[in-house]
Nanobody, 116 residues
């Protein structure tokens, strides 16, 4: 059984920063991709950023240059450093872990609210 536990969300003013963390535990295949997705009220869940165990990253255009994803493979933990936050970044942020063709694992979500 795989479990993902997120932390670091909260309320911040526009222009501020937050750092999200997600720790994975359980029977995890070493070659995997971890990432962050977000879902705003009334909208579909969307990709924010992903990172492979080898360090290759992918970002949504809307966060490029502002957000940085990183990971600690020894700790099975992924981070999302969010700078220059905007009100439109307000959403529930979900951690994701996947490998091969299995169904991906999801965290419980952490709320990020950016006030204008």
């Amino acid at each position: 059984q795989v479990q993902l536990v997120e932390s670091g969300g909260g309320l911040v003013q526009a222009g501020g920063s937050l750092r999200l963390s997600c720790a994975a535990s359980g029977n995890i295949f070493s070659i995997n991709t971890m990432g962050w997705y977000r879902q705003a009220p009334g909208k579909q869940r969307e990709l924010v950023a992903t990172i492979t165990n080898g360090g290759s990253t992918n970002y949504a255009d809307s966060v490029k240059g502002r957000f940085t994803i990183s990971r600690d493979n020894a700790k099975n933990t992924v981070y999302l450093q969010m700078n220059s936050l905007r009100p439109e970044d307000t959403a529930v942020y979900y951690c994701n872990l996947r490998w091969g063709i299995i169904k991906p694992y999801w965290g419980q979500g952490t709320q990020v609210t950016v006030s204008s």
